[in-house]
């Protein structure tokens, strides 16, 4: 294995299991599309930050992009509760217009010969992200990328492991929480603003689209096997892995885009663990059958 | 940026242009309209992506970008996904919005795949095929139109042959069953109509803004009326319009790209119909709510006058009033002036008057606050000392015909709770 | 001065704008078991998330122990619905009980000893100790309910506040939570139960709240189950309110004047 194909797989391995941990709280709570609305309205702000700023003071304006995710969630439910719009299509209207706009600012501010490549916000480009090394005193001490979801990671497992309680029951049963005092609101929207500050991180990595396949399909994976949520988290850890790595290998094998792969070999994973489940369901219940009538 | 108004009306390229896309926007509102009703509408969200791997596995059966080829390779991914979401959400225990996220994660990362892997071929034909990415609307061709069209008439052909059902289907599947309507067969139509309106959809706007076009006319036409057909044509013409602005603005700018233009008028029609529509559009509750209050006021003033000569206060004066009630002075002098001007009560030396008309009406709302508060407490056991609160604001809502109810009801009392007369 | 459990004071709520509770004034007894009885709609579920601070109130208060919500929520235990759950929950038994024990204040709370030692009573006292690792949707209705009450019963509160339990059980598990909730009266501990069946309204409370959107009556059963009251509860009459109720919404109308006062 090269330095190159170290650094790539670190990235993508760091992205996936910061997805994968935020995604089983998405799956449960089934919000998964709020995720997704998030994670294509960050793109106006990400623009912006390209266009008004380079090297490491973007990071900032790239947090402030990540706002822009936690307010976008906070205007669909505003359409929504407020407005009395239906709640899918005022997901489905917010975040494509959001969307929309972050296309407009790439055309307006980029002209034709763009810095930020148009096919760049959908896939990302996880294959060029160790150009972008950092070295400090003659030493590589990772990618800009690198440095940009570790934090990110570090932050969602200090998250998870200290507010595990409290995340397992507001996921469970939201007015128990609330009957317990715990402020239900005020911890989904600080929930929804680390699934904004990832796909702003990863954006450059991963794309708008491919983060939401990373956000739900392991959890979803691992949801169908497991009994209990720390046995999910852990699958879900498991099998974000073996996508990236497998997506990574297949990429190289077929010379594709990266990141696209990854998520394809994602789905297939769910895709097998379905008919698995399936077709062990389907036997379990003739052995019962045949049980009941052989009695 | 160039501005370049001339080109807009002197080229029939631009008429073609214009022509296809407002067709495929009316077209989307119209189909999007029966998503949006049975509350799946993030369904076209997941099939807009799915597209893609059709697309790029009918180019490689094919070789060349054969738009009925195209066609037929989206209208299968597309049945594949919507099948795939629906048996997830049957026979798993995940929910449909984990199954949506998935199916279109899933097929748009395959057809990206697929893309990459066409690319890096050397298939000469190959070039354009990424537009489907974003749309680009400048490449539509006759030979598109002449497929638009054709799936058009289809399409509403269906929805006008099947119209009863689908309106059963959409508003009570549990009645349409009932009655023997084949649920799964309209669901799987509204299915096929809806995958293919997406499949010539996406050349304008491309998959990943699609679904916009599928789901804000209809939800921006839900508000104006409460009739199916209406909102039908309604919302035909949000897209319509939407989609000509678009491409108007795409036209005249010329680096920008006609899809994103077209989502932002959708976004723009609907916020503003969220605002403006009559009945459940902010404004109208708003005025409806500062209506109420102005009444209420008004009402309560009245009655106060009515209470003051009640217990005796003949002349009565502005203090006489704030003593008795808490107004606000401001909102107080306007309501008297209106009063005056209503000629339900005259001035004379700062001492005020009910005239016939102001006393019949003060009497009205005194009344209504008494019999209220002598029904609360004979037909629904309330306390003496817990009626007048709810009195307070339903005597400024009783109508006629409800007090009609009430008197008849009470049998015309005399007297309310706390022996107080009721004036008739 | 008598002591009482819950004071609900004049409390009105409204769902958009529809008034669902209308001015209800009661207090309850401590150490009863209390059945809160009335139609669909009439308001009860309304009533118990009003008590337990879950939605907000149009007007009034409500005091547990004569102290606000926040200063006693320990003291006070929820058994939601068990529909309104996703009993497909990655979860055990033995989770969901353990869920009783988290503390509002304490950021990374480790269950202790103690906790653990209660959790296990709780689980024993509702007969579900050799399902204890099973996933929760693997149960039958009647444990999950029980599944529930042991979670209530683990919180060690001493007011319990249970949405129909009895709604979709087996006779064994409807006399197993009889039977629990006997003893825990008996040990001093105020239950509060919504409930619709009136059949078996008068084996299974001491005291009742008739409720049809306003307060139709309260006390002790014997007293409060008569023909006029259940007449009142679930006979018509309520065209009137009801049409009031429409009138309220259409005309946007603040459901209580703010700030004024009668002189």
């Known amino acids: ?295 | 940026m160039s501005w370049d108004f001339t080109y807009l009306f002197t080229e029939i390229l631009f008429y073609k242009v214009l022509f296809g896309v407002s067709l495929i926007g009316a077209l989307s509102g119209v189909v999007g309209t029966f998503s949006l009703l049975r509350k799946k509408s993030l369904i076209s969200d997941a099939i807009s992506h799915s597209v893609l791997p059709g697309i790029c596995v009918g180019f490689i059966y094919e070789g060349s970008k054969n738009p009925l080829v195209l066609l037929i390779g989206c209208l299968i991914a597309g049945l594949i996904s919507v099948w795939l979401i629906d048996f997830i959400v049957r026979r798993t225990k995940l929910s449909e919005d984990t199954a949506i996220a998935f199916a279109s994660t899933f097929f748009f990362a395959l057809g990206s795949v697929l893309l990459s892997y066409i690319v890096a071929g050397d298939n000469p034909e190959k070039v354009g095929l990424k537009d489907y990415l974003f749309g680009k609307a400048a490449t539509i061709s006759f030979e598109d139109i002449n497929i638009f069209m054709y799936c058009g008439v289809a399409i509403l052909v269906l929805i006008v042959a099947f119209y009863k059902q689908i309106k059963l289907v959409v508003f009570n599947v549990d009645f349409a069953a009932s009655i023997g309507i084949s649920i799964r067969l309209i669901e799987f139509m509204i299915a096929v109509i809806t995958v293919l309106t997406v499949a010539i959809g996406i050349q304008a706007v491309g998959v990943v803004l699609m679904s916009a076009l599928i789901i804000a006319p209809s939800a921006a036409a839900r508000y104006w009326t409460n009739n199916l057909v209406k909102v039908l044509l309604l919302a035909a013409l949000f897209g319509c319009l939407a989609s000509s602005l678009g491409v108007f603005t795409s036209g005249i700018f010329e680096d920008m790209p006609t899809g994103p233009w077209v989502v932002t008028y959708l976004f723009l029609f609907v916020f503003f119909t969220l605002l403006f529509a009559p009945r459940k559009g902010w404004f109208s509750v708003l005025k409806r709510k500062r209506k109420t209050k102005g009444r209420i006021e008004r009402e309560n003033v009245l009655k106060t006058f009515f209470q003051l000569e009640e217990s005796g206060v003949d002349n009565v004066r502005i203090q006489d009033l704030m003593q008795r009630r808490y107004f606000e002075s401001s909102v107080l002098g306007k309501i008297l002036n209106s009063l005056q001007k209503d000629d339900l009560l005259q001035k004379e030396n700062n001492v005020y008057h009910l005239t016939v008309e102001g006393k019949t009406e003060s009497s009205r709302i005194v009344r209504l606050h008494r019999l209220w508060e002598l029904y609360l407490t004979k037909r629904m056991n309330f306390k003496e000392d817990h009626i007048h609160g709810s009195a307070e604001s339903v005597e400024h809502l009783i109508t006629p015909e409800l007090e009609q109810e009430l008197l008849r009801d009470l049998d015309f009392p005399e007297s309310d709770p706390h022996n107080k007369n009721i004036p008739y | ?263």
């Open chain 1, 1 to 295: 294995m090269s330095l190159a194909d170290f650094l790539i797989l670190s990235t993508a391995l760091l992205i996936g299991w910061s997805c994968a941990l935020l995604g089983c709280f998405l799956v449960l709570q089934k919000v998964v599309m709020i995720g997704d609305a998030i994670s294509h309205s960050v793109l106006p702000g990400i623009v912006l930050a390209f266009v008004f700023s380079s090297g490491f003071d973007s990071v900032f304006i790239l947090l402030g992009a990540a706002v822009f995710g936690v307010l976008t969630s906070m205007i669909i439910r505003f359409f929504s509760s407020k407005l009395k719009l239906q709640e899918d299509a005022s997901i489905g209207i917010t975040f494509t217009w959001l969307f929309g706009l972050g296309i407009i600012f790439i055309a307006a501010f980029t002209g034709s010969n763009a810095d930020i490549d148009k096919e760049c916000v959908l896939f990302g480009e996880l294959g060029t992200t160790f150009l972008d090394k950092i070295i400090i005193k003659g030493y590589l001490i990772g990618t800009r990328s690198i440095w940009l979801i570790l934090p990110v990671l570090l932050l969602i497992i200090a998250f998870i492991t200290f507010g595990f309680n409290k995340l397992k029951v507001i996921s469970f049963h939201a007015d128990y929480a609330q009957s317990k005092g715990i402020s239900v609101s005020k911890w989904h929207y600080a929930f929804m603003l680390l699934v904004s500050i990832t796909s702003v991180m990863s954006f450059e990595a991963v794309g708008a689209v491919l983060v939401v396949g990373l956000l739900a399909i392991p959890p979803a994976t691992a949801y169908l096997l497991v009994k209990r949520l720390q046995q999910m988290i852990f699958l879900s850890l498991i099998f974000s892995t073996t996508c990236c790595i497998l997506g990574y290998m297949l990429a190289n094998y077929w010379d594709v885009s990266m990141s696209p792969s990854i998520v394809m070999v994602c789905g297939f994973q769910f895709l097998i663990v379905l008919i698995v489940t399936q077709v062990r369901k389907r036997i379990f219940s003739k052995a019962a059958v045949n049980f009941v009538v052989k009695a």
């Open chain 3, 1 to 263: 001065m008598k002591n009482y459990s819950i004071e609900v004071h004049n409390v009105s709520v409204a769902y958009d704008r529809i008034p669902v509770l209308w001015d209800i004034d009661v207090d309850l007894p401590i150490g009863k078991i209390i059945g809160i009885v009335g139609p669909n709609g009439s308001g009860k579920s309304t009533l118990l998330k009003a008590i337990m601070g879950l939605i907000s109130l149009s007007s009034g208060s409500v005091k547990i122990f004569g102290q606000d919500l926040n200063e006693s929520r320990d003291k006070i235990a929820y058994v939601p619905q068990r529909e309104s759950v996703d009993w497909n929950f990655p979860a055990t038994v033995r989770d969901v009980v353990e869920m009783g024990r988290f503390q509002k204040g304490k950021l990374f709370h480790r269950l202790t000893a103690v906790d653990r030692e209660l959790v296990d009573y709780a689980i024993k006292k509702v007969k579900l100790k050799e399902f204890e690792n099973r996933q929760i949707g693997q149960l039958s209705g009647g444990q999950q309910q029980r599944v529930f009450l042991a979670r209530a019963l683990a919180q060690g509160a001493s007011i319990y506040i249970m949405d129909e339990p009895f709604v979709g059980v087996d006779v064994a598990t409807e006399n197993a939570i009889l039977e629990l909730l006997t003893e825990m009266k008996n040990e001093g501990k105020t239950l509060i139960i919504v409930h619709h069946d009136l059949q078996t309204v008068s084996d299974y409370f001491d005291y009742l709240v008739l409720l049809n959107t306003r307060l139709v009556a309260h006390g002790p059963t014997t007293e409060v189950l008569t023909r006029e009251n259940l007449q009142a509860t679930y006979g018509g009459q309520l065209n009137l309110v009801a049409q009031i109720q429409e009138l309220i919404k259409e005309n946007e109308m603040p459901l209580r004047e703010k700030g004024f006062e009668d002189k």
